[in-house]
């Protein structure tokens, strides 16, 4: 049985200082590669080296890791082969299509080797000053309106309770109607954490209660952002 490597990919493009040292290893291992998208992918492993010989890898996009995906990537990894998972940013299998792959790769009694790397999410609670001891992430929240303000609410009030930080994402390009919903229908003293463009230049992680948030103008338009609410 074969091994995977799951391979951490940068945050913002050409920013590789986060990564390990080891990243050009973890690559070259490997002689098929699923990934996201392919075409930033061979982008990435030409920022990382220009050496690398991209013809010399097998390349599958992993899509949601359909049936026919998962296939032939078991049976990659019957023939003894080092298989690598690139997602398109941060690392594997954290929130993430590249998770199906890893689980058939347990399933199969396959070794799978984590190499260290950004993650947006971990980053953005690490800069929180919320609770890193219960936490969750709930992925994207409704695009309707009327259940986007209901599941904030619910979110809310699962907070209070169980005093944990509730992690969630958007698409850039609906970042700021967000952030309207949550300062609009969030108690004041709630506390929102905006992280955006995590580990590039125009980096910022802030922390504010709900009625400093309304009172604080900040444009999320395109920015990949994390949010964090903690009641």
């Not at 990435?44 to 097998?58: H, L, P, Y």
């Not at 019957?78 to 998770?99: F, K, M, N």
């Not at 700021?176 to 949550?182: A, M, P, R």
């Not at 995590?198 to 952002?225: F, G």
Request: hydrophobic share 45%; glycine share 4%.
């Amino acid at each position: 049985m074969g091994t995977v490597h799951l391979i951490p990919c940068w945050l913002f493009e050409n920013e590789l200082a986060p990564l390990p040292v080891n990243i050009k290893d973890a690559i070259t291992a490997c002689r098929v590669l699923f990934v996201e998208n392919e075409r930033s992918a061979r982008r990435f492993i030409k920022a990382i080296d220009r050496s690398i010989k991209i013809e010399d890898f097998e390349w599958y996009v992993i899509h949601k890791a359909e049936a026919a995906v998962r296939k032939v990537f078991l049976e990659k990894l019957r023939l003894g082969l080092t298989v690598g998972i690139i997602s398109e940013a941060g690392c594997p299998g954290i929130a993430d299509p590249g998770q199906e792959l890893v689980a058939a790769a347990q399933e199969a009694k396959a070794k799978v080797v984590p190499f260290t790397g950004p993650n947006s999410i971990i980053l953005a609670l690490m800069a929180s000053g919320m609770n890193g001891q219960q936490f969750e992430f709930v992925g994207y929240l409704p695009i309707d309106a009327t259940n986007r303000i209901k599941k904030i609410k619910e979110l809310e009030q699962e907070s209070a309770k169980q005093g944990a930080a509730k992690i969630f994402i958007e698409t850039p390009y609906r970042n700021n109607q967000l952030l309207e919903s949550l300062t609009a229908h969030c108690k004041p003293q709630s506390r929102l954490c905006i992280a955006a463009d995590l580990t590039a230049p125009s980096e910022q992680v802030i922390t504010r209660s709900i009625s400093e948030w309304n009172n604080q103008t900040i444009n999320l338009n395109k920015r990949p952002t994390i949010f964090i609410l903690q009641a």
